[in-house]
């Protein structure tokens, strides 16, 4: 049971960059999905969620609102952060992490999620 990013790099302000999480040993429908990141120096951030279940709903935080989408696609069974308008601020490690949620679960909390990836670079710089 795992989670892998990739699609990470470097690219200009303003450029676009699509992150992809393959979910392995479960179905990522079953689950809620997070999209984290951490810069160096700074406390983890959540970015963007997709709740389980067949009606699951997305969540942004404010600072990517408008201009980064999460997607799921059950059939190759991932989960895809598509982002535009980059700017260098939102240079970090970015994370995905998975959870079937418990009883009082909190989809915003990094901890709550107990399947985590290692990670992928995204840095936007001229």
């Known amino acids: 049971v795992q989670v892998v990013e990739s699609g990470g790099g470097l690219v200009q302000p303003g450029g676009s960059l699509r992150l992809s999480c393959q979910a392995s040993?479960?179905?990522?429908?079953?689950?809620?999905i997070g999209w984290f990141r951490q810069a160096p120096g700074k406390a983890r951030e959540g970015v963007a969620w997709?709740?389980?279940?067949?009606?699951?709903?997305?969540h942004y935080a404010d600072s990517v609102k408008g201009r980064f989408t999460i997607s799921r696609d059950n059939a190759k069974n991932t989960v895809d952060l598509q982002m535009v308008s980059l700017k260098p601020e939102d240079t970090a490690v970015y994370y995905c992490?998975?959870?079937?949620?418990?009883?009082?679960?909190?989809?915003?909390?990094?901890?709550?999620?107990?399947?985590r990836g290692q990670g992928t670079q995204v840095t936007v710089s001229s």
């Open positions: 997709f709740t389980r279940g067949s009606d699951g709903s997305t």
């Open positions: 992490a998975a959870s079937p949620g418990f009883i009082g679960f909190y989809y915003s909390d990094y901890q709550n999620y107990d399947i």
């Open positions: 040993g479960f179905t990522v429908d079953r689950y809620h």
